[in-house]
């Protein structure tokens, strides 16, 4: 699968993807740290990557744009959690997560559960 982790969350996630046999690039990597929401997920969809981010904000933009690509994971990250357990979380529900990303999806991960949201939103 291809991954876009948006600045909101650390490099390191990007990096810990590859391993597992994922295609992942950090928006950093791009020289947009500084893009705007809308510029990072015109660039997920762009590139048919699936965007990993914290910002709630990809759910708005979803919703409004009443599409189904891209898939968006939202990370929620608990006070515990550090970035090594976010990305060992994202690795380990990825099979619970694949069907429903490939299809178009926002699937938000959090400390005990995972939901899964069809695209589009408003549909």
Same mark, same amino acid.
């Given at each position: 699968?291809?991954?876009? !982790?948006? /600045? ?12 597992? *046999?994922?295609?992942? %690039? ?28 914290? /910002? ?9 744009? /009443? ?22 979380? !994202?690795? *380990? ?8 990303? /490939?299809?178009?999806? %926002? %699937? ?16």
């Amino acid at each position: 699968m291809k991954f876009l !982790v948006d /600045n909101a969350l650390s490099p390191l996630i990007a990096e810990g993807l590859p391993s597992a *046999g994922h295609n992942a %690039i950090h928006i950093r990597d791009y020289s947009m740290q500084k893009a705007t929401d809308l510029q990072v997920f015109a660039r997920a969809a762009e590139e048919d990557r699936i965007l990993i981010s914290a /910002n709630t904000d990809f759910g708005t933009l979803l919703a409004l744009r /009443n599409e189904e690509k891209p898939s968006v994971i939202l990370l929620r990250r608990g006070p515990k959690r550090s970035r090594s357990s976010i990305a060992i979380a !994202v690795l *380990g529900a990825m099979p619970v997560m694949e069907e429903p990303l /490939n299809e178009g999806s %926002i %699937i938000v991960v959090e400390e005990k559960r995972i939901r899964v949201r069809r695209l589009p939103l408003g549909g």
